[in-house]
């Protein structure tokens, strides 16, 4: 690990991988929530975690730069199911690229439980990680003008559902109704990091989140409501 001052008062932590910002950030939170560590936000990236309003950053600094990267952060216990239809239009060329029919894709990546590592981009937009590296997929050549709200994409080893329309490169193989972003809700975002998030296909409408931001099984009607 790397640790990094940033103003005053603040680190930015550099690692190795995803996996081992998400085991960082798993283990401040826990720090922080035992007492021992006084941060206002701890904000986990793809390869570093942002710790603003440390009391004495040059100690803490000191100690992350001599210490190993903790091992894998234990499985949240909350879980969102997202439901969605695998109706997307770069389905038959994810398809392509997995070597699997169509069909496949949807059991491949609704079989895979999720973990919700960062969030960016927009208000809302989770990056998940979950499919082994052999399902990685590159971004579009050429990025749409405009993705709809909802949109289920796929763009290196993540997933993402984008929350608003918005341009975006990411390859789509699905849809869903469900709200990310509601400034009704507290919190707002149904997503954050180290979420457990299921994909369940549906054929008919996929509806939005219900009050507790779960969303309702498949086949129950749920409440109305560029990376």
Do not use: N
Not at 73 to 91: C, E, F, K, Q
């Amino acid at each position: 690990m790397r640790a990094l001052p940033v103003g005053d008062g603040a680190l930015l932590v550099e690692v190795a991988s995803d996996e081992e910002a998400q085991a960082l950030h798993a283990e401040l939170v826990r720090r922080r929530a035992a007492g021992l560590l006084t941060v206002h936000e701890i904000v986990p990236a793809a390869r570093t975690v942002l710790l603003d309003g440390l009391d004495d950053a040059e100690r803490l600094a000191r100690e992350l730069s001599a210490s190993e990267v903790p091992g894998a952060p234990p499985r949240g216990r909350r879980v969102v199911d997202i439901p969605v239809r695998y109706d997307g239009p770069d389905l038959s060329e994810v398809a392509a690229r997995w070597g699997v029919p169509e069909d496949e894709v949807a059991g491949i990546h609704a079989g895979t439980e999720f973990r919700v590592a960062f969030c960016g981009f927009a208000p809302g937009f989770g990056y998940l990680t979950g499919l082994p590296a052999r399902y990685d997929v590159p971004r579009r050549a050429t990025p749409r003008t405009s993705v709809p709200a909802g949109s289920v994409g796929l763009a290196g080893s993540y997933t993402g559902v984008y929350p608003r329309s918005s341009p975006g490169g990411w390859q789509l193989i699905g849809t869903t109704d469900i709200v990310l972003w509601d400034h009704a809700r507290v919190p707002a975002a149904l997503l954050s990091p180290g979420t457990r998030v299921r994909f369940v296909p549906v054929a008919g409408p996929a509806g939005p989140a219900g009050p507790a931001g779960v969303a309702a099984p498949a086949g129950v009607a749920a409440p109305a409501g560029t990376p």
